[in-house]
């Protein structure tokens, strides 16, 4: 069993849709959860970052950590066609450890 | 925040070569790390590099094939060494801040050998 799982999807929705990406994890010593951006032929963008359990709110973003379950969400409201992507989820279980990271989901928005 | 840029951005290779990257960070970071991402595939560490000393490795990365140097805070190589077809990928270079917390990405540097 790998550490991350994401489903590489694809993903297609329009314009407007509410969108779930979601990961699970195996290590329970996660404690710091972050979601990357990453458009085609660019380096990944960090997008958020949650810290133990909880939900952080960011614009059209939401991001929910649930580590009794071991496992991580991101809410896009309002999809957009700039949110065509691909989304990696990534953790790690202290600071100034190195990311693992999810396979990544594609995203694609049509107008 | 920290801007990362990556040189040389693309590169096609012949088999047996070798090929150093370069990463420059805009400020002085903690931790350097260089990642492998694959086609279809995550982000896979390769190693962290060390300031004045050799970088820690991960399973299946050995120093003789990728060997790195961080001369300074601000400054790593990668080299893919002795290059082979199954080396076409990307490669990242990623960086902390001090405060720990958020970790940067160059844009990768594209390699395709033949």
């Known amino acids: 069993q790998k550490e991350v799982e994401q489903d590489p999807g694809p993903l297609s929705v329009p314009e407007g849709a509410i969108v779930s990406l979601n990961c699970t994890y195996s290590?329970?010593?996660?404690?710091?959860f972050m979601w990357y951006r990453q458009y085609s032929r660019k380096g990944p963008e960090l997008l958020m970052y949650t810290y133990s359990s909880g939900n952080k709110e960011d614009g059209r973003f939401t991001a929910q950590v649930d580590k009794s379950s071991k496992y991580i969400s991101l809410f896009i409201r309002d999809s957009q066609p700039s949110d065509s992507a691909t989304y990696l989820c990534?953790?790690?279980?202290?600071?100034?450890?190195?990311?693992?990271f999810g396979k990544g989901t594609t995203l694609s928005v049509s107008s | 925040s920290a801007v990362i840029s990556q040189k040389p951005s693309r590169d096609i290779c012949q088999r047996g070569t070798s090929l150093t990257i370069q990463c420059q960070v805009d400020s002085q970071v903690t931790m350097m790390f260089w990642y492998r991402q694959q086609p279809g595939q995550s982000l896979t560490l390769i190693a962290t590099a060390n300031q004045g000393s050799e970088a820690t490795y991960e399973s299946g990365f050995v120093i003789d094939k990728f060997p790195i140097s961080r001369p300074n805070l601000t400054f790593s190589t990668l080299t893919v060494s002795n290059m082979s077809p199954e080396d076409s990928s990307i490669y990242l270079c990623s960086a902390y801040t001090r405060n720990q917390e958020t970790q940067y990405f160059g844009p990768g540097t594209r390699l395709l050998v033949l």
């Open positions: 290590n329970s010593a996660f404690q710091y």
């Open positions: 990534a953790m790690r279980p202290q600071a100034g450890t190195a990311l693992i």
